[in-house]
C-alpha cells in the first residue's frame, strides 16, 4: 500500500548541501515540485518534522535519495537516511558507492547526482516490488539496532581485555 501514496513531488527532510542542490536544480528543470523540512534551529518552526511526518514524506516522495556530499563520500561514511528510507518502504538511492557496496549492489546507484536521480525517476516508471521488498527484508534482518549493539559487543570481545 506504500505506493499508493506516492506524489509527484520530491519530499527532503535535511540540511540542503551541494547534492540537494543539485537534485532542487534538477527538479526545476524538468517543474518537479521539491520541498525541504526540517533543520530549522528553532524548535516551534513548522518546518519541523516528527518521525512519524518524516516517515510519511518519504513514503509520498515521488523518489527518495540518500545523497551525500563529497567528504562523506570520500570517507565512506554511510548515512542513517538510506537504512530509513529503505525501511519505509523506498528503493534505496545513492551516489555513494560504498553504501551501495552494503547492499551487495541492489541499490539505484550513480556517483552522478543527475544521473542517479534519472536512474530513480525511470525506477519508479517501471516499479519492481519484490526489489523493494528485498531490501525492507535485509534491512530489517541485518541492520537494527539489535545488530549494531551485537556488532559493537563482538568487536569489544574481540579487540579489548574486556569481556561482554
Given at each position: ?113 543527475a544521473n542517479a536521480a534519472q536512474k530513480a525517476l525511470d ?8 526489489k523493494v521488498k528485498e531490501l525492507m527484508e535485509y534491512v ?25
Amino acid at each position: 500500500n506504500i505506493r499508493k501514496k506516492r506524489t509527484n513531488t520530491i519530499y527532503f527532510i535535511g540540511s540542503i548541501t551541494k547534492p540537494w542542490d543539485i537534485l532542487h536544480h534538477l527538479c526545476r528543470q524538468m517543474r518537479i515540485p521539491f520541498a525541504q523540512y526540517g533543520a530549522s534551529f528553532n524548535i516551534n518552526s513548522s518546518n519541523n518534522m516528527n518521525i512519524t511526518e518524516n516517515m510519511n514524506l518519504t513514503q509520498q516522495s515521488l523518489i527518495a535519495p540518500a545523497f551525500q556530499d563529497e567528504l562523506q563520500v570520500k570517507d565512506n561514511y554511510i548515512p542513517c537516511r538510506i537504512f530509513k528510507n529503505i525501511s519505509y518502504g523506498r528503493m534505496g538511492i545513492t551516489n555513494n558507492k560504498i553504501v551501495n557496496d552494503l547492499f551487495n549492489g541492489r541499490l539505484i546507484y550513480d556517483e552522478n547526482i543527475a544521473n542517479a536521480a534519472q536512474k530513480a525517476l525511470d525506477f519508479e516508471n517501471n516499479y519492481d516490488e519484490i526489489k523493494v521488498k528485498e531490501l525492507m527484508e535485509y534491512v530489517r534482518n541485518n541492520h537494527t539496532y539489535t545488530s549494531r549493539i551485537s556488532t559493537i559487543i563482538s568487536f569489544i570481545n574481540k579487540n579489548t581485555n574486556h569481556q561482554f
